[in-house]
């Protein structure tokens, strides 16, 4: 184990002085070479803009030339004309931002791709905006086939749903709509869901069905289902629509996933992310991964974190080890473990008991011994730990877990860059811990945003002030802070939850934690170097350097220096994988 601190500054001096020293040569060389094109011309050039690089060796420059699947030279307009030849192609950035491609920290591909095959209702306004989408749902359908969607919410809708009963729509208009298929939607919490008439038929609920234990279906004066089903309900019209994938055969099953896969690609090439964290993958998903790079259709580059039972894991974790697979595409050796819940239903593992509900500390919801057990196996196996902590408990438990192992096998733990996925609520005390261990802290700045609203509920003032969120608290520590956004809980793209670390504005105008902000530049450094170092990448991604992977992205505005309330805007307009443009921005 190492106790230095596992600063961005203590990775440069390492990993960066041989780059600055081949970009040195590549152009020594280049000023020898006339005019037809050599070994030395670039593929494809970006010039006329602002390169933030994030390479202390060469922080800003103009140009940039890509030859192959790697950054061939980083420098000014006319320098890079020594790499422009015939076959070039050259963009334009027109003054823009170019920054190294985005690294989701923290996100989950399947899960993000499952969402993309289902009506997206988060954006509805009103119920009239829900039955317009599934209607032009039902359109591209055939009849019988389910309608499947997520995210509404009764209450951020204007008009107020009318007719109503206990602030909840009725399904009569929804199933006007939709007569011939069955149609089944989740409530943005997860904890509801909304069926028409059809899929309240196959599933067999009548006025006369029960509230199953723990859930609640909701009921008009007449006593008839309304269509929502509370907690537990839901699964009575979500088995009948487990039913109807039964059916399904395993190559239309496979079908369907690899479509997922491919959606949530694009999803995430068309918000600037070239490499994904994947935080939590089964041996199948893996194997499906692999095809897709073997067939050319996954360019994304995915880092998984494998989940799996601990009885399998000791056979798993050499079977399934892989290090940039089909050309930097795949690594997987790092594990996925849990030890808490979420705040929100005050399943976080606290310290101290909820200020809104007293006598409750949230729990621990995986063995402390299991985690032991996977530490230790990771340890022999050379896999990196990412393990699930929110609350200050959890968080303290498992830096307890790290430094016994730690301790207990040294030489394994040589620079191994153990993970504390969220580390949303930790005590002040436990901050410099991260530090001494070198545990990276994989945070995500839009919960900031999207939970701090209602953070100071489950924790009170000052607990909120002292120890949710602290961004400031462990850079200045010496902690590596990286930043995701949980996708499909949060939107895969990178600027919301950038901003979240950099202005944390809330929607109620509120900043949750005003002290804990981080410079716009270790806001570019979490979502790139940072979270290469935390999957031990940094060699090859996270900085525009000579010699690493082309991954870069232009965007529509300079998020370094336009003010606060512009960030938000901030497009995405080319995104650039191993060289290729993989998503250009179409029109204004
Ligand atoms: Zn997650």
Known sequence: MSLQRHSFFGIRLSSFLPSAASATLALAVSACTTAGD????????????RVVTVDAALPEAQAIAIRGDRILFV???????????RGTEVIDLAGRLAIPGFIEGHGHLMGLG???????????????????LVAEAVAGAQPGEWIVGRGWHQSKWDPAPDPSVRGFQTHDALSEVSPDNPVFLRHASGHASFANAMAMELAGVTADTPDPDGGEIIRDEAGQPTGIFVETASALVGAAYGASRDSMTTEDLQAERMRALLLAQEEAFSKGVTSFQDAGVGVQTLEMYRKAIDDGDLKLRVWAMVSASLPNLAEVLPAVREVGYGESRLTVRAIKAYSDGALGPRGAWLLDPYDDDPGNTGHNTVPLEDIEAVVRLALQHEYQVCTHAIGDRANQAVLDIYAAAFAEMPDAAEDVRFRIEHSQIVDPLDVPRFADLG???AMQGIHAISDGPWTPDRLGEQRTLNRAFQFRGFIDAGVTV???TDTPVEDVNPIPSYYGTVVGRMNNGEVLNPNQLMTRMEGLEAYTINAAYGAHEEFSKGSITPGKLADIVILSQDILEIPDDQILDTRVDVTIVGGEVVFTRQGG
């Open 114 to 132: 499952q969402s993309r095959l289902q009506l997206d209702l988060m954006a509805t306004a009103s119920y009239q905006d829900l039955i317009d």
């Open 38 to 49: 050599t070994e030395d011309t670039a593929d494809l050039v970006l010039r006329g803009g």
């Open 439 to 441: 545990v990276v802290a």
């Open 75 to 85: 420098g000014s307009d006319s320098e890079v004309d020594a790499y422009t030849g």
């Open 482 to 484: 990286m930043n995701g």
